[in-house]
C-alpha cells in the first residue's frame, strides 16, 4: 500500500510564502517523477509542475518564476516552494505519482489535497 502524504497548505497574504511537502509512504520502488496539480472551486484541475529523478522540472505558464518544485529522492518526498502568491492561487493543491496498474491500465495516485488559500 502506497500514500502520498501531503503538508504545508494554510492560509497565507498576497506576496507571501508557502512550501508545501509531500512524502510518498511504502513505496519498494523508486518514483521517476512526482509532480503538482490543483484545483479551485468551479474550475478543472490543472498541472502545476514536475520533476523526475534526474531533476528535470516542468512548470504551467502561470507558476514559473514563482513557484520552485525539488525532490528528495531518499526520502521520496517532493517540495513546492511557493513565492509571490497571488489571490489566483488560491486552490486545493494535489500530490501527483503516475503508475500503471498490472494489467497496464493508468492508475495514477493522487495525495489527500491540502487547501492553500490566499488572501488579498
Known amino acids: 500500500q502506497v500514500q502520498l502524504v501531503e503538508s504545508g497548505g494554510g492560509l497565507v497574504q498576497a506576496g507571501g510564502s508557502l512550501r508545501l511537502s509531500c512524502a510518498a509512504s511504502?513505496?519498494?520502488?523508486?518514483?521517476?517523477?512526482m509532480g503538482w496539480y490543483r484545483q479551485a472551486p468551479g474550475k478543472q484541475r490543472e498541472f502545476v509542475a514536475s520533476i523526475t529523478n534526474s531533476g528535470s522540472t516542468n512548470y504551467a505558464d502561470s507558476v514559473k518564476g514563482r513557484f520552485t518544485i525539488s525532490r528528495d529522492n531518499a526520502k521520496n518526498t517532493v517540495y513546492l516552494q511557493m513565492n509571490s502568491l497571488k489571490s489566483e492561487d488560491t486552490a486545493v493543491y494535489y500530490c501527483?505519482?503516475?503508475?500503471?496498474?498490472?494489467?497496464?491500465?493508468?492508475?495514477?495516485?493522487w495525495g489527500q489535497g491540502t487547501q492553500v488559500t490566499v488572501s488579498s
Open positions: 501527483n505519482v503516475p503508475r500503471r496498474g498490472f494489467l497496464g491500465q493508468s492508475n495514477p495516485l
Open positions: 511504502g513505496t519498494i520502488f523508486s518514483i521517476n517523477v
